[in-house]
């Protein structure tokens, strides 16, 4: 084989596996779930709640 097909094939090869690493790490990373799902209405209740609690009292009624 010469030094040129070998170049070719070397650079394939490499690029086949590059291309793997990254479709396995597609598949594996998203795994990972939170156990604490956030959806809209935890997300709102939270905001409500630091709200209500940064508010100041009102003041006294005279």
Known sequence: M???K????L???SGIIF???FILLAFVLP???????KTLDTQ???ISQ???DA???PPPNQ
């Open 31 to 37: 795994l990972k779930e939170d156990p604490h799902e």
């Open 55 to 57: 508010k100041p009292p």
């Open 11 to 13: 650079a394939l090869i």
């Open 50 to 52: 630091g709200i209500r």
């Open 44 to 46: 709102l209740k939270k």
């Open 19 to 21: 291309s793997l690493v």
């Open 2 to 4: 010469n030094d040129e």
């Open 6 to 9: 070998l170049k070719i094939v």
